[in-house]
């Protein structure tokens, strides 16, 4: 079966429109490159309420394992006047991921009880942008300007200035079970998904106001089965995005707007994401009744866990050249 499946990878990888990496030049702090963080797994651990990069071929039970960790409560960098809402605002962590604004590594990670969104500096380690966005920010996208995109599971699209601490959104659309937001840099779009629809809005490019403005949309097909869904995020390296469903995983093809079975009997996965050096998929589910679990799962390797963790969503720490 796994060699069924690495054969489809292939496949698609080689059929798909190849993104010409050479023209998006990332440079990686020194923090990072001294550290050769590339290619671990970033995870919003919960109990310690702490941003991790751990080793993924490591024992995850051995501290050694943890090569980079953030104190989410400390909130550095949040102005002392606004430190004690901060803290509130993250009372537990959904998503975290890997950006690059102003030609540097930054880190926007988001909570859905407490409701705060933020971006961390990767250099300095200080917040450079929070609010407390309401509602149940399940995952989150930065424009190229810096400006963020939440999707918030109680049914809406917030768009957001992060020129300061703690702003309102500039606008909020709705979108039913909204999951998943994906900035595209290559047709210069923010891709949208919840429920069983997939939308695409072009940007206005206005670091004070950002609004967006729908495009296109694009359902499920319905023989699919019902939607539920819960994550959607670049397969890096091409022009597909990766996306779940209730019943497993799919590819959307950016360009012919096609839904792609890839992965079924995947338990309604979330935290999906592809490195494209390794070729392998990873996505958490539920271990427990509250939606959260302490393993990493993949589509073709081992489990990665440690049971003294909890959470939500895991990400590969690479860099997303889908989107920057």
């Given at each position: 079966m796994k060699v069924l499946f690495i054969s489809l990878l292939f496949l698609i990888f080689c059929c798909s429109a190849e993104i010409d990496?050479?023209?998006?030049p990332v440079s990686l702090n020194k923090k990072e490159s001294n550290q050769n963080l590339d290619g671990s797994i970033i995870i919003p651990e919960q109990n310690s309420m702490r941003l991790l990069i751990v080793a993924p071929d490591n024992d995850w039970k051995n501290p050694n394992s943890i090569l980079w960790e953030w104190d989410v409560k400390k909130g550095k960098g949040i102005p002392k006047n606004l430190k004690r809402k901060y803290r509130r605002s993250f009372t537990n962590l959904s998503d975290v991921k890997r950006i690059i604004y102003d030609n540097r590594t930054h880190i926007i990670f988001c909570g859905s009880h407490g409701d705060g969104a933020a971006m961390l500096d990767f250099e300095s380690n200080k917040l450079i942008w929070w609010s407390d966005v309401g509602g149940s920010p399940h995952s989150l996208a930065s424009f190229p300007d810096g400006n963020m995109a939440i999707a918030d599971a109680k049914g809406y699209l917030k768009i957001y200035s992060?020129?300061?601490?703690d702003n309102k959104s500039s606008q909020q659309i709705r979108h039913a079970?909204?999951?998943?937001?994906?900035?595209?840099?290559?047709?210069?779009?923010?891709w949208v998904w919840g429920g069983s629809l997939m939308q695409c809005f072009s940007y206005n490019n206005n670091r004070q106001n950002p609004k967006?403005?729908?495009?296109?949309?694009?359902?499920?097909?319905a023989s699919w089965g019902a939607g539920g869904g819960h994550d959607l995020a670049p397969y890096v390296g091409t022009t597909?995005?990766?996306?779940?469903?209730?019943?497993?995983i799919g590819l959307f093809d950016t360009n012919e707007k096609l839904f792609i079975k890839m992965a079924h009997n995947t338990g309604n996965p979330k935290g999906l994401s592809y490195d494209p050096n390794k070729g392998e998929v990873i996505y958490t589910r539920p271990d427990s009744k509250d939606s959260r679990t302490y393993r990493v799962r993949s589509l073709i390797g081992p489990d990665r866990a440690n049971k003294d963790w909890k959470f939500y969503k895991a990400r590969w720490f690479v860099h997303n050249s889908f989107s920057y």
């Open positions: 990496e050479s023209s998006r992060t020129l300061q601490f079970g909204c999951h998943g937001v994906v900035w595209d840099s290559l047709q210069e779009c923010l967006v403005t729908l495009i296109e949309r694009h359902r499920l097909p597909y995005l990766i996306f779940s469903w209730r019943l497993g």
